[in-house]
């Protein structure tokens, strides 16, 4: 069993930056697929971005542009930069690893945009 622990939310200004952070414990290069999502209350969680072993992206049309994903492999760490947060970015953030037929999650981090 894989584990998943996310960090770097918090309280932020809107137009303000966080940078998540999700720290697998073992080699994040066995996974198909490591992505960011999010929720908010009475909301279905979202794919936020994602990125496959071969280096491909893909991101919400919500946040193109602004966030962006990537991998240190040596580290076995994902990354999510989120820059020119909005109100709207407000949720709880998750990371998820996927290897067919499995799929983990992690305990997911807060992230608030507020004035």
């Known amino acids: 069993q894989v584990q998943l622990v996310e960090s770097g939310g918090g309280l932020v200004q809107p137009g303000g930056s966080l940078r998540l952070s999700c720290a697998a414990s073992?080699?994040?290069?066995?996974?198909?697929?490591m992505g960011w999502h999010r929720q908010t209350p009475g909301k279905e969680r979202e794919l936020v971005a994602a990125i496959t072993r071969g280096g491909t992206t893909n991101y919400a049309d919500s946040v193109k542009g602004r966030f962006t994903i990537s991998r240190d492999n040596a580290e076995n760490t994902v990354y999510l930069q989120m820059n020119t947060l909005q109100s709207e970015d407000t949720a709880v953030y998750y990371c998820?690893?996927?290897?067919?037929?499995?799929?983990?999650w992690g305990q997911g981090t807060q992230v608030t945009v507020s004035s």
């Open positions: 998820k690893a996927e290897i067919s037929p499995f799929g983990y």
């Open positions: 073992r080699s994040i290069d066995i996974f198909n697929v």
